[in-house]
Every structure is written in structure tokens, then in C-alpha cells.
């Protein structure tokens, strides 16, 4: 997806990323505020946080928000948008990235593990999109964006229970979102990155299972976030990155439900499904 990087550069607007201190959403924090957009940041992580917005004012002279916050808790959407209301920030861009470290079979996952998963993967997704998304159509211009994964279009995989039914979920909300929005200036976008270089494999303890995968299925998360930030300034509802991912999504599709499952299945502990499987 070659776009000149000037396309796109926008004035006195402000993105808002969640899990901004780390992978997808540090680098579209980036891509973002190349391209003109002061930044509200959040992670629960406040030096990396604080670091990124440093380095956003010094790099590209943006203003920056820091907004440390845990979105596995219920009332974080509504105290952050409070926060960012108090500052007199209208947010034009929200970025739905934070995401949830989770690996181990269903049955030996404790609830309180599942809960906040949901709380962050889906929940706080929906919270925010339904505090920021008036605004947006007020103003008559807004992007929302989920970033999802491919794994919201292939079958369900063992070990990561509710991760491919939680981005399915984001995709299909973006798709059924994007309906409401022909015709007030209002996008919604998500995005389905394969496999990412990032630090999200060393918190879930996959790192060697998934590094075994062949190098084609990888992409970088500065390649993956300005693919993404391309996408939502088009308008596009569905961006699958990387033509292997792409592929694979659309071959799926063809395989009878049963194979596409078995192969899933085969793939599921080399991608990191649960060491025990008893």
C-alpha cells in the first residue's frame, strides 16, 4: 500500500491510542503525529508512556495527553474520557489497541483472567466507541479504528480460547458500525495484522513457538501501524495486512469448515497454543 506520506497530514486534530506504550500502538502513535495529530496516550505503563509523548513534542512538535489508565477496569473508559474532556480535547481519532496477554487452555484459565480479557479485548472497546463517536458526528469528521488480527477470520484456535472470537468480533463490529456512518464524515476501520514484531510474544510466553514460523508471515509494527493509519484516512472498513495474510484469510474461505479447522488445529502449538494439553 504505497501512499505519499504528505496525503494524509491533518491540523489540530487529536488521535487517541490505547496500549500506546508498546508494539502497534507505539508505532501508530508515530505514524500519527508524522502526520500532523496531537496525541492522547494511554497504557497502564506512565514512564513509557511519558517517554513517547517526550519524544512525540520533540520529533514532531505535537501536543501530547498522558492518560495512564487500566482498561481491565470497568470504569477506566468513562474516567478517560472524562480526563480528556477536562483538558477541552476533541478526540477525531480513536484508536482501539490496548490489548491482553493470555495463553493456556480454557478449563485451567481462572475467571478473573477471562473477565478482564473481555473487559479489555471487547468491552472497553465498545465503552469507548460509544463515549467518542457522538462527538465525531457532531463535528461531522471522526475515525475510529479497532486494531484486530487475522485471527478474527480464521477458525478458533486451542490455547487462545476467546482471542480469534474476541477480534471477530471487533471486525464485525466495524462492519456493522461503518453502516451507521454513509454520510456524516465518520469512519470505522479494523485492522487484521498477522503475525507482529513486538513485545506482545515475550508477555504471553510464545516467543520460541512463534519465531519457528516462517519469516514471509511476519510483518514489522511500524509497517503494520502506517498501513493501518492509511487505511482508516481512506475510509477502508476491512484492511487485512501483508499479501501472505491476505492469502490465508481468502483461502480459508474456500476450505470446507472441518479442514480449515484440522489445519488450525495442527498450527495451534507452533503458534503458541497451551504447553499443557491434558
Not at 79 to 84: C, I, K, Q, S, T
Request: proline fraction near 4%; aromatic fraction near 8%.
Amino acid at each position: 500500500m504505497a501512499t505519499d506520506r504528505a496525503a494524509f497530514h491533518v491540523r489540530d486534530r487529536w488521535a487517541l491510542v490505547t496500549g500506546a506504550s508498546a508494539g502497534i500502538g507505539l508505532a501508530y502513535a508515530r505514524v500519527a503525529a508524522e502526520h500532523g495529530f496531537d496525541l492522547v496516550l494511554t497504557a497502564r505503563r506512565k514512564p513509557r508512556l511519558d517517554e513517547l509523548a517526550q519524544e512525540l513534542e520533540r520529533t514532531y512538535g505535537r501536543r501530547t495527553f498522558v492518560v495512564p489508565a487500566d482498561l481491565a477496569e470497568p470504569d477506566a473508559p468513562q474516567r478517560l474520557f472524562d480526563a480528556v474532556q477536562q483538558q477541552g480535547i476533541t478526540v477525531d481519532m480513536l484508536v482501539n489497541n490496548a490489548g491482553f496477554g493470555s495463553r493456556g487452555y480454557f478449563r485451567k484459565t481462572q475467571w478473573k483472567d477471562h473477565a478482564a480479557f473481555l473487559q479489555v479485548m471487547v468491552t472497553s472497546v465498545v465503552h469507548l466507541t460509544h463515549l467518542f463517536e457522538p462527538g465525531m458526528v457532531e463535528r461531522g469528521w471522526g475515525k475510529i479504528v479497532h486494531i484486530a488480527s487475522l485471527a478474527g477470520l480464521m477458525p478458533g484456535s486451542a490455547g487462545r480460547t476467546l482471542y480469534g472470537p474476541a477480534k471477530a468480533f471487533l471486525i464485525k463490529f466495524a462492519e456493522g458500525l461503518s453502516g451507521e456512518h454513509d454520510e456524516d464524515g465518520v469512519t470505522v476501520t479494523a485492522v487484521c495484522p498477522g503475525f507482529t514484531y513486538s513485545e506482545f510474544h515475550d508477555v504471553v510466553g510464545n516467543r520460541d513457538a512463534v519465531s519457528r514460523l516462517p519469516k514471509l508471515m511476519w510483518m514489522d509494527a511500524d509497517t503494520v501501524a502506517r498501513q493501518a493509519y492509511e487505511a482508516a484516512m481512506q475510509g477502508r472498513v476491512v484492511l487485512v495486512n501483508g499479501a501472505p495474510n491476505r492469502a490465508l484469510a481468502a483461502l480459508m474461505k474456500h476450505f470446507p469448515d472441518r479442514l480449515a479447522r484440522e489445519l488450525t488445529r495442527r498450527g495451534a502449538p507452533r503458534a503458541g497454543a497451551a504447553d499443557d494439553q491434558t
